[in-house]
């Protein structure tokens, strides 16, 4: 294990913090992390996500999240969510996603009611090759430095997209020309003090 997610009390109850392990640790390991943290029962779902008050339990699913909110892409969700349509990087862009230059400046799908959920609505027909920001997503209190690395990481991600839908390469991005997140170090992405404070081989022994 490279990364480790660790169950903290916070001021908005029980939530996540990041722990990396080792300096080769890749967005694939956060991502392992993450998948693992989704089934804690004790985290505390955040309130603005369930109106009325927290609650406590594993998570309801890929429907309850994206059913409501967009679903921006990184060029390696493209690359493989086109192949598992069958058709190519170019036709997916052109008609599974929606570019939004005067919002974020990001890429999203379209309509991921309609593309991604079963008919019956209960499940994510796309889980095994979900987009990065559905892998990262857990509704619960984070700290800051977990927070902060999440950000930075799916910024990149949709920002290497974005520029090359433009055809503006920037080869300091660490997402860009990478087929797989397993490719992509986190050391890569992130400020030098954020990696301090993220990096330890001992996550117990520091303070939420």
Known sequence: MRVRTLSVDLDRGLGLDVAILDEAATVADLCEAYAAASDDENLDKEERFFPGGP??????????????FNIFLSMIDVLQLSMAEGISRDEFIAYCTTYEPWKVDRMRLADPV?????????????????????????CCPHTERARQLIAAVNRLAEEDLVNWRNQRPDPANPFHGKFSYSQIRLRDCVSDE????LFTPEPHSRPA
């Open 55 to 68: 609650q406590r339990g594993t998570c309801f699913g890929c429907t309850f999240c994206c059913g409501r």
């Open 114 to 138: 309609s593309y991604c959920l079963r008919e019956d609505n209960q499940g994510c027909r796309k889980y095994e090759i979900r987009p990065l920001i559905c892998r990262l997503f857990i």
């Open 194 to 197: 954020l990696w301090h404070d």
